[in-house]
């Protein structure tokens, strides 16, 4: 029976890991604590850890890993960006879970995105307090607007979908631009000064990373909406603030930040926040802000204990999964990244 350490354990993934674990007859062993190199001990003599994105998974903590017995790590989450894929090459194993619901993400980027600027954050407060004023309220319409989709994979489409609904027009800009659905690309450059949202979809590479920083900023439009449910490090906060406090942006909606991992997911009320510029984002009150809840849908958590179950089952009856993320694996025939020019 394999054995799983499955580390950052929450109570709302671990009844779906218990049901699939059970089925499949793979032992996972539930720690709260984050993966990480002074946590690492703890997986010592199991098959494999289960992390999240919040789990480290740099060459220090493979490494230990691998000299712990340790051959494969079940991602139960799309973005790997916080795994040393180099060093884990030849060595580990490591499988994620790329789509388990383009929808959930995509809907809650569009339920920010409508909260934020129809300011239902703030008449809720209101209203529980019996309140019923409209002042300061007013929003604007999407119908007519145009939206900028940063990346169109999975995410990106189910949103752009969801924003056809309403009717708007929509620009986007991926590095592999899709033939499907019919999407009009632009340069990044077009995107930025044409749109009045840009929401973010891409993953966070190196290329990536600060998409959204002071030059780029520089070339929106004046009152852009910022959506952000893909990675915390697609924008540089500090320079977002700025903007903020410019009057240049004018909303974000952030559903991930960049230095989100000693903070999210955890309950820090009745604590001194230490991170100044989030406490200064979230005090705005054109930011709202939720803690990487994007994913969270019964439908989504349901497919993420089914696949990783399913990505540990494949490992190990054939030696390859078609999950797997790797680096020149070589296995072109198996592997969907290689065969779509995606590879690294
Ligand atoms: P995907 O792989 O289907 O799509 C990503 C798209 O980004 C692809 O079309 C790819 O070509 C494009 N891309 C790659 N490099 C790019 C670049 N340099 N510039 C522009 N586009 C580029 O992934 P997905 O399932 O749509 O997920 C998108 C991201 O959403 C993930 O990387 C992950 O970080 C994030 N995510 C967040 C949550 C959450 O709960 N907030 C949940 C799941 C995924």
Redesign the pocket.
């Known amino acids: 029976m394999p054995s799983y350490a499955f580390f950052d354990t929450k109570s709302y993934d671990r009844p779906f890991f218990e049901r699939y674990g059970k089925k499949s007859g793979i032992e996972f062993r539930f720690f709260e604590t984050r993966l990480t190199q002074d946590t690492v001990g703890l997986a010592n003599g199991f098959d494999g850890v289960c992390a999240f994105v919040n789990d480290v998974i740099n060459a220090e903590v493979l490494e230990s890993l691998y000299c712990g017995g340790v051959r494969t790590v079940a991602l139960r989450?799309?973005?790997y960006n916080n795994v040393d894929l180099h060093t884990a090459f030849g060595k580990i194993h490591v499988v994620h879970v790329?789509?388990y619901s383009?929808n959930a993400?995509a809907e809650h980027a569009m339920a920010m995105l409508l909260t934020s600027i129809r300011r239902i954050h703030k008449a809720y407060i209101r209203t529980k307090d019996f309140n019923f004023s409209l002042d300061g309220l007013t929003g604007f319409e999407l119908h007519g607007k145009t939206v900028g989709v940063?990346?169109?994979?999975?995410?990106?489409r189910a949103f752009i979908e969801i924003c056809r609904g309403f009717g708007m027009k929509i620009i986007a800009?991926?590095?592999?631009p899709?033939p499907e659905g019919g999407i009009d690309y632009v340069s990044l450059d077009t995107l930025f000064a044409e749109s009045d949202v840009i929401s973010l979809?891409?993953?966070?590479?190196e290329?990536?990373y600060h998409t959204v920083c002071a030059e780029t900023i520089e070339k929106m439009k004046t009152g852009v909406v910022i959506v952000n449910?893909?990675?915390g490090a697609l924008i540089d906060a500090e320079a977002l603030l700025d903007a903020i406090k410019d009057r240049k942006i004018g909303a974000a909606c952030l559903?991930?930040y960049e230095e989100e991992s000693d903070i999210f997911f955890e309950d820090y009320s009745g604590h001194i926040l230490e991170d100044d510029t989030l406490a200064r984002l979230i005090s705005m009150p054109n930011v709202l802000v939720t803690s990487?809840?994007?994913?969270l849908t019964e439908e989504a958590l349901d497919t993420i204990a089914k696949t990783t179950v399913e990505n540990i089952l494949e490992l190990q009856t054939n030696g390859w999964c078609k999950n797997e993320l790797c680096y020149r694996c070589g296995k072109t025939e198996v592997c969907s990244a290689a065969r779509t020019g995606?590879c690294f």
Request: hydrophobic share 30%; aromatic share 8%.
């Open positions: 989450c799309a973005g790329p789509a383009p993400v940063i990346g169109t994979g999975r995410i990106g800009y991926d590095k592999f899709t979809h891409c993953p966070l590479t290329e990536t449910t893909s990675r559903d991930v990487h809840q994007a994913f995606k």
